[in-house]
């Protein structure tokens, strides 16, 4: 089973809608980033979460890490056709795979004009 | 700043052919790492590098992968011979020694084994 759990696998939504994409661990998260890709590309880093509780925004886009530092959510407010692509969620899971990050399976958002 | 550099963009090979990926990490970042990401999965960690020396090699296939980082600075990832499940995406990222101060990828290096 994958360590990081992302969800929904995909999505499709109509432009001006809101979503909500999922990140979940079994295991206290050390440091949780979000980035977001285009297919076969690089990783655009897009926020970075490190305390219980805290919480990033960035234009429309904000990102929560929960209490236990165990799930962050990924919120986009009235999408966009260009919010459209793939976003991953990378943790530093601490112990052994300190200094690394492991990532989830990602999520694929497509935004319908 | 510069980014994370990487050459090529996009390389079709066939298999058991050899293939070679060059990586420029950010100046000053100490540690270097290359992921393998095939389509529809989220990024594998291969190797992790601090400066010129190999932290974390365990998931990299060693009998077919090898890497190096002379100097502490660019680094190579070669595939010797290539099969077709080698056909992915292969990332580099550098960091700072102190975790916290954030992972720079850089575009990647499409591979498609024919």
């Known amino acids: 089973s994958q360590e990081l759990e992302q969800s929904p696998q995909s999505l499709i939504v109509q432009e001006g809608k809101n979503l909500t994409i999922n990140c979940t661990s079994s295991?206290?998260?050390?440091?949780l980033y979000w980035y977001k890709q285009k297919y076969g590309e690089g990783l655009i880093f897009l926020m970075m979460?490190?305390?219980?509780?805290e919480e990033k925004s960035h234009e429309k886009i904000t990102a929560k890490l929960d209490e236990k530092k165990q799930q962050s959510s990924l919120h986009i407010t009235a999408s966009q056709p260009s919010h459209a692509g793939i976003y991953l969620c990378?943790?530093?899971?601490?112990?052994?795979?300190?200094?690394?990050?492991?990532f989830g399976q990602g999520t694929i958002l497509t935004v319908h004009p | 700043e510069a980014g994370v550099a990487q050459s090529p963009r996009y390389k079709i090979i066939e298999k058991r052919q050899s293939v070679a990926f060059w990586c420029n990490p950010i100046?000053?970042?100490?540690?270097l790492y290359w992921y393998q990401q095939i389509l529809g999965q989220g990024p594998k960690l291969l190797i992790q590098?601090?400066?010129?020396?190999?932290?974390?090699d365990s998931q990299l296939p060693k009998d077919r992968f090898s890497a190096e980082r002379l100097k502490g600075v660019d680094s190579t990832l070669k595939i010797q011979p290539a099969k077709l499940e080698d056909s992915a995406v292969y990332l580099c990222?550098?960091?700072?020694?102190?975790?916290?101060?954030?992972?720079?990828f850089g575009s990647g290096t499409r591979l498609t084994v024919v």
């Open positions: 100046s000053g970042h100490a540690t």
């Open positions: 590098f601090q400066n010129n020396g190999v932290v974390d």
């Open positions: 295991k206290t998260l050390y440091g």
């Open positions: 990222a550098s960091s700072l020694v102190d975790r916290g101060y954030g992972y720079t």
């Open positions: 990378g943790a530093d899971m601490g112990g052994t795979s300190y200094g690394k990050l492991t």
């Open positions: 979460l490190q305390k219980g509780g």
